[in-house]
């Protein structure tokens, strides 16, 4: 499976969910059933498509690069499922801004993917696809995503200029791949937030006289 077509399916796939007011998916800041299966499959599409983009430099590194990318995204995807069905049950509020910022990542990242296709002979609207999909991705957990790429980005670049060798593409994929550890570390720090308040489960003691 090329990376390209890992792109655009959950971009396809969750287009449709992006044109859904955020306040049909989850009612209530309690969440639901439904918030809950919109939060995974949201989840899911942003773990597997940071999983994939940040480690692409280091799996191609490895003696299987296809393998490797096969078991980052299929963890990524785990990691995003999860967080994301937690977090929609917990938090529909929470979701309903994931879900927001999922559609203004998806239209910036349509929006210059549009723009690279008319300035770059060999880009196509299967790259914009996959531009719109890192977009989705990013924008559901943006926070993490931005504070991950921002350490990534000056750590590639630290390296690039204590050893030459690392050169531009090494810098880069520094980039890609602290985006992808800080929107998983997001969405798990989301989901035990939502799914562990401790305000709300009853504690009992007695103290023996």
């Given at each position: 499976m090329t990376l390209r077509f890992t792109l655009v399916l959950p971009a396809l796939v969750l287009g449709t969910a992006m044109l859904v007011p955020p306040g049909?998916?989850?009612?209530?800041?309690?969440?639901?059933?439904?918030?809950?299966?919109?939060?995974?499959?949201?989840?899911?599409?942003?773990?597997?498509?940071?999983?994939?983009?940040?480690?692409?430099?280091?799996?191609?590194?490895?003696?299987?690069?296809?393998r490797c990318s096969r078991i980052i995204t299929v963890t990524g995807?785990?990691?995003g499922l999860t967080a994301g069905a937690v977090i929609g049950w917990e938090n529909g509020s929470g979701l309903d801004d994931r879900i927001e910022n999922a559609a203004y990542g998806t239209i910036l990242g349509a929006a210059g993917g549009v723009v690279l296709k008319f300035g770059l002979q060999h880009y196509g609207w299967p790259d914009v696809a996959a531009t719109s999909a890192i977009g989705l991705a990013v924008g559901a957990a943006i926070e993490g995503a931005s504070i991950g790429f921002a350490a990534g980005a000056a750590t590639g670049l630290l390296l690039w200029g204590l050893h030459p060798s690392v050169g531009p593409g090494g810098a880069a994929a520094w980039g890609l791949a602290g985006m992808a550890v800080g929107g998983l570390a997001d969405w798990v720090l989301d989901g035990v937030d939502g799914g562990s308040d401790m305000s709300e489960i009853p504690i009992q003691f007695s103290i023996p006289l």
């Open positions: 049909a998916v989850a009612q209530s800041e309690a969440g639901s059933a439904g918030a809950a299966l919109g939060g995974a499959a949201l989840g899911a599409a942003s773990g597997s498509i940071l999983a994939l983009s940040g480690g692409l430099g280091g799996c191609d590194r490895t003696l299987y690069p296809s995807t785990v990691v």
